[in-house]
């Protein structure tokens, strides 16, 4: 009875310690993914993420510290430490659920290829065999293992550098985030580049939360159906997506 009166005690203990929330929790991201996080001209974090976490922290009455790391290590932290949640264009999937928990979504980026003019590639099933640049660890990187093999899945740290692989003609192709890859066509300013939509999958982006803290991810689902309500998604894609026309896209 002793043995069971003290699991009860420690099951409830360890209740208590996972439901509490930091004073401050720690973003783990990946400022490498423009227009999403990147560093400013000033040496400045800045991005659609950067501004909707502040938001998110100010509502939510939490204190942030940001911490950057490649993408692929985002997860690993967040999964690893329940005072830290990753925002870094995290698209939700089942696979990723297994290892944290996430958010509701607050931004729909679907995939799409980016290809020279003139290519002919115009369906998935033109780019099977073909070598396709991703950033890995991304969904892109998954869409592109269905589509071509891994053999042909060309991985690299950033989209930026699977793009410059593509003007030099590295690559047959690159699957991007649709907003990301617009954004970096818009600062290339490269003729030869277009971008094409072949239907892949919507893919939403969502904030990884440490299974351990519930609270915590009530705390931040409660700020994002406020700031959805305030209109302040939309401030956000017209601000980074370019205009009103591509923010309701």
């Given at each position: 009875?002793?043995?069971?009166?003290?699991?009860?005690?420690?099951?409830?203990?360890?209740?208590?310690?996972?439901?509490?929330?930091?004073?401050?929790?720690?973003?783990?991201?990946?400022?490498?993914?423009?227009?999403?996080?990147?560093?400013?001209?000033?040496?400045?974090?800045?991005?659609?993420?950067?501004?909707?976490?502040?938001?998110?922290?100010?509502?939510?009455?939490?204190?942030?510290?940001?911490?950057?790391?490649?993408?692929?290590?985002?997860?690993?932290?967040?999964?690893?430490?329940?005072?830290?949640?990753g925002v870094s264009g995290i698209s939700i999937t089942d696979e990723r659920n297994l290892s944290v928990d996430f958010s509701e979504g607050y931004n729909?980026?679907?995939?799409?290829?980016?290809?020279?003019?003139?290519?002919?590639?115009?369906?998935?099933?033109?780019?099977?065999?073909?070598?396709?640049?991703?950033?890995?660890?991304?969904?892109?990187?998954?869409?592109?293992?269905?589509?071509?093999?891994?053999?042909?899945?060309?991985?690299?740290?950033?989209?930026?550098?699977?793009?410059?692989?593509?003007?030099?003609?590295?690559?047959?192709?690159v699957i991007v985030d649709k907003p990301v890859g617009m954004a970096i066509l818009a600062s290339l300013a490269d003729d030869e580049l277009e971008i094409?939509?072949?239907?892949?999958?919507?893919?939403?982006?969502?904030?990884?939360?440490?299974?351990?803290?519930?609270?915590?991810?009530?705390?931040?689902?409660?700020?994002?159906?406020?700031?959805?309500?305030?209109?302040?998604?939309?401030?956000?894609?017209?601000?980074?997506?370019?205009?009103?026309?591509?923010?309701?896209?």
């Amino acid at each position: 009875m002793k043995k069971l009166i003290a699991l009860l005690v420690a099951l409830m203990m360890l209740g208590t310690v996972a439901a509490a929330v930091a004073d401050t929790i720690n973003v783990a991201f990946n400022p490498e993914y423009p227009p999403f996080e990147y560093v400013n001209d000033n040496g400045e974090y800045e991005g659609y993420d950067v501004d909707l976490i502040n938001k998110v922290a100010e509502k939510a009455g939490i204190e942030i510290v940001f911490e950057a790391m490649d993408f692929d290590a985002v997860i690993s932290a967040v999964a690893t430490n329940e005072n830290t949640i990753g925002v870094s264009g995290i698209s939700i999937t089942d696979e990723r659920n297994l290892s944290v928990d996430f958010s509701e979504g607050y931004n729909n980026a679907g995939l799409i290829v980016v290809v020279k003019k003139g290519s002919g590639y115009a369906t998935v099933d033109d780019l099977k065999g073909k070598v396709i640049g991703v950033q890995m660890g991304t969904t892109s990187d998954f869409a592109a293992e269905e589509i071509t093999g891994e053999a042909n899945t060309a991985k690299y740290k950033t989209f930026l550098n699977a793009i410059m692989e593509l003007q030099g003609n590295k690559v047959d192709a690159v699957i991007v985030d649709k907003p990301v890859g617009m954004a970096i066509l818009a600062s290339l300013a490269d003729d030869e580049l277009e971008i094409v939509d072949m239907g892949l999958q919507a893919d939403w982006y969502g904030i990884e939360v440490n299974k351990a803290n519930p609270d915590l991810l009530e705390k931040i689902n409660a700020a994002l159906k406020e700031l959805e309500a305030e209109g302040y998604y939309e401030e956000l894609a017209v601000k980074y997506f370019s205009s009103e026309e591509e923010a309701a896209e």
